[in-house]
Nanobody, 123 residues
Framework: QVRLVESGGGSVQAGGSLRLSCAVSGYTYSGDCMAWFRQVPGKEREGVARTTSLPGTTRYADSVKGRFTISQDNTKNTVYLQMNNLKPEDTAMYYC????????????????WGQGTQVTVSS
C-alpha cells in the first residue's frame, strides 16, 4: 500500500508562488504514475500534472502549462508541485495521487490519495 502525505499549501496573493510536497511511502516502480489533482466544492476533481520517473512522461493541464512544474526527488521519496504566477482560479484543495504502472487522466484510476492541502489565491 502506497501512502501519500501532502504539505505546503497556504494563502498567497495573485502572482505569488507556492511549492507543494507529497511524501511517498511504500514500494513504487519507476514507471508508476505520480500526479497532482485539484478540486473545488461542487466540481469534479481536475488533473493538474502527472509524471513518472521515465523520460518524456510529464504532462500538464492547459490551464497550468508554463506556470506549474511537477518533479520527483527519489532520494527523498517526495513529489513536488512548484506553482508560480498563481491566479485566483487556482484556488482549490490539491491532492497527490498514485497509480501503478502508467499514468491516466481519470482520477478514478488512481489507487492512492493524500489527504489534500488547501491553496487559496487572493486577487
Amino acid at each position: 500500500q502506497v501512502r501519500l502525505v501532502e504539505s505546503g499549501g497556504g494563502s498567497v496573493q495573485a502572482g505569488g508562488s507556492l511549492r507543494l510536497s507529497c511524501a511517498v511511502s511504500g514500494y513504487t516502480y519507476s514507471g508508476d504514475c505520480m500526479a497532482w489533482f485539484r478540486q473545488v466544492p461542487g466540481k469534479e476533481r481536475e488533473g493538474v500534472a502527472r509524471t513518472t520517473s521515465l523520460p518524456g512522461t510529464t504532462r500538464y493541464a492547459d490551464s497550468v502549462k508554463g506556470r506549474f512544474t511537477i518533479s520527483q526527488d527519489n532520494t527523498k521519496n517526495t513529489v513536488y508541485l512548484q506553482m508560480n504566477n498563481l491566479k485566483p482560479e487556482d484556488t482549490a484543495m490539491y491532492y497527490c495521487a498514485y497509480r501503478r504502472l502508467y499514468c491516466a487522466t481519470d482520477a478514478a484510476q488512481f489507487s492512492s490519495w493524500g489527504q489534500g492541502t488547501q491553496v487559496t489565491v487572493s486577487s
